[in-house]
């Protein structure tokens, strides 16, 4: 079962999407700050990280930033979830190590595929 660590710290945006994982047969860690994020993602390496932007403490990109440069890390794929859709925003993540970018709110219909395209990219274990 692949593991994917959500990083959220609206509890409504976190419910639903663990939902969807969980109901996709994923196993779902969560983290509501950048900092918890860094620790679960050094603990649990898994196999995909969604990782909101906007965050308490250290934002999103800083942490995608911190967690993509540990070699220990690096392979895992970080995918921003965000509501900002700017394109300057997408650019940003993109440079601070995230592979991709999903926009809030989340289409339900379309989010297991894409995050199974994540998956199957990125499963290295």
């Given at each position: ?103 809030k709110p989340i289409d339900t219909r ?5 995050i199974k395209g994540y998956i199957s990219?990125?499963?290295?274990s």
């Amino acid at each position: 079962m692949s593991k994917i660590l959500v990083v959220e710290d609206n509890p409504v945006n976190m419910e639903l999407v663990r939902d969807l994982l969980e109901v996709n047969a994923y196993e779902v860690l969560e983290a509501t700050n950048g900092y918890a994020a860094i620790e679960i993602a050094s603990r649990e390496k898994p196999n995909l990280i969604l990782m909101d932007i906007q965050l308490p403490g250290i934002d999103g990109l800083e942490a995608a930033q911190i967690i993509s440069s540990d070699p220990e890390l690096e392979h895992i794929p970080i995918v921003a979830l965000t509501a900002f859709a700017m394109k300057t925003d997408e650019n940003n993540a993109k440079a601070s190590g995230c592979v991709g970018f999903i926009t809030k709110p989340i289409d339900t219909r379309e989010f297991p595929q894409i995050i199974k395209g994540y998956i199957s990219d990125g499963d290295r274990s």
